[in-house]
């Protein structure tokens, strides 16, 4: 699986294995990030989307259980408490898992000063 991030000013559109391995449409809304196993990581849309910095991929995604901050303070705080702890400092919560909410906990509190 592979972390996915939609910076375009729309919708996009990609495709995960589904069933069988038979490709199954997902959307992601504007500054939606979501952890998704793609129907094919060589598809051209795509690469043109990520050329264009209108769609992020990030590290694969094996397990969240191991996520971990350098924070101590962070990683003592619930997924909740870190979706409400970033909604507090302005930044816009997706469809995250533990290891981008501590990231970007760390780069608001960096932020802060």
């Known amino acids: 699986m592979v972390e996915i991030t939609n910076r375009a000013l729309g ?10 391995g038979k490709p199954v449409q997902r959307t992601l809304r504007r500054g939606e990030t979501a952890d998704v196993q793609l129907h094919n990581p060589d598809d051209p849309i795509l690469k043109v989307w990520v050329e264009k910095g209108e769609i992020v991929l990030g590290e694969v995604v094996e397990s969240d259980e191991a996520a971990g901050s350098e924070d101590a303070e962070l990683d003592q705080l619930t997924d909740d408490e870190l979706r409400a702890y970033l ?16 990231t970007e906990a760390e780069r608001a509190k960096a932020a802060q000063g």
Do not use: A, D, S, Y
């Open 11 to 20: 919708p996009r559109i990609v495709w995960e294995k589904g069933e069988r």
């Open 87 to 102: 909604t507090e400092r302005g930044v816009q919560v997706g469809n995250w898992g533990r290891r981008r909410l501590l």
